[in-house]
């Protein structure tokens, strides 16, 4: 079993930033793409920042030059960046993870408990 504990959302003013980080945990072999989502009201969950195991990022369009995604390797740990922040980027942010819990081919997709980020005008 694999665990993820993500934190650092909050309210904030617009203009403002948060730093979002979630930790995986369990038996965990490696970890492929690591990514945040968001889930607006009533709707499905969109992607917001993506990073390959080789550290390649990609970015909705709404958050390019905004938000930055990294991950720490040996903490097992991705981070989102959340800078310039306006009220249409509230939501709750969920991470995610694609992770081998065992040498072989098979990959399992985890997702985070989800943190509400509010931004206020």
């Known amino acids: 079993q694999v665990q993820l504990v993500e934190s650092g959302g909050g309210l904030v003013q617009a203009g403002g930033s948060l730093r979002l980080s979630c930790a995986a945990s369990?038996?965990?072999?490696?970890?492929?793409?690591m990514g945040w989502y968001r889930q607006p009201p009533g709707k499905q969950r969109e992607l917001v920042a993506l990073i390959s195991s080789g550290g390649a990022t990609d970015y909705a369009d709404s958050v390019k030059g905004r938000f930055t995604v990294s991950r720490d390797n040996a903490k097992n740990t991705v981070y989102l960046q959340m800078n310039s922040l306006k009220p249409g980027h509230t939501d709750v942010y969920y991470c995610?993870?694609?992770?081998?819990?065992?040498?072989?081919?098979?990959?399992?997709?985890?997702w985070g408990q989800g943190t509400q980020v509010t931004v206020s005008s």
């Open positions: 995610n993870l694609r992770v081998r819990t065992t040498p072989g081919p098979y990959e399992y997709q985890y």
């Open positions: 369990g038996s965990i072999f490696s970890i492929n793409a």
